[in-house]
């Protein structure tokens, strides 16, 4: 009974620690630590590069570097991770650090990959000087909608920002682990926790 209690009490702990921020990322190469830019698209007059240290990226070596231009409509230039899948049952949550040279509007859109280009969870953002982390979450989907994708739509006006860090994850909001601690510290919850199972 012993052995079962500490086995409980630990697993709990963990979870507690870990579990809670390991969300599973939907992206490949949501953070552009490859160095390169694939598998994202553009359309519309955007320009981008992925760029190292010397743009300070908030997570990793790498972020991306966007230039924008006016267009007639917001939605005329974008950024777009295609080829997805939103599944019946189930509600996800889009977020991306970005920071600006200079405020400026972007558009999140998790969306039908088709005409009419339903969206889901769509909402625009002014964009801050200092890196940001920015988020919408979808409902639960009814249906499956395929085919899917992320656009992010940039042709609001003229300007230059960055983006990195950027997630896609099942469920609400989840605060990225980058941010949490990267180690229990004697201090911490599970570390208390294990010393007074010991002590028993």
């Known amino acids: 009974m012993r052995i079962f ?10 979870f507690f620690v870990g579990g809670a921020y390991g969300v599973q990322n939907l992206l490949e190469n949501g953070g552009f630590e490859t160095g390169a830019f694939d598998p994202w698209a553009t359309y519309g007059n955007v320009q981008v590069e992925v760029v190292g240290k ?49 405020p400026i509007k ?56 960055w983006m990195d860090a950027v997630r896609f994850f099942e469920g609400d909001y989840v605060e990225p682990e980058f941010l949490q601690p990267s180690a229990v510290k004697p201090t911490d919850k599970l570390a208390t926790t294990w010393a007074a199972v010991k002590a028993r």
Not at 5 to 14: D, G, I, K, P, Y
């Open 5 to 14: 209690r500490v086995s409980t009490v630990v697993c709990a702990a963990l």
């Open 54 to 102: 010397e743009a300070d990226p908030i997570e990793g070596n790498y972020c991306l570097h966007v230039i924008t231009h006016k267009g007639a409509n917001f939605w005329d230039a974008g950024i777009q991770y295609r080829n997805m899948v939103f599944e019946k049952g189930k509600k996800y949550t889009l977020a991306a650090f970005l920071k600006a040279k200079k």
């Open 106 to 161: 972007i558009n999140f859109k998790p969306e039908l990959a088709q005409d009419p280009w339903t969206g889901y969870g769509e909402k625009q953002f002014e964009i801050g000087t200092e890196w940001k982390e920015y988020y919408v979450t979808t409902p639960v989907f009814d249906a499956e909608v395929k085919p899917a994708q992320i656009t992010f739509h940039v042709a609001f006006d003229d300007g230059e920002f």
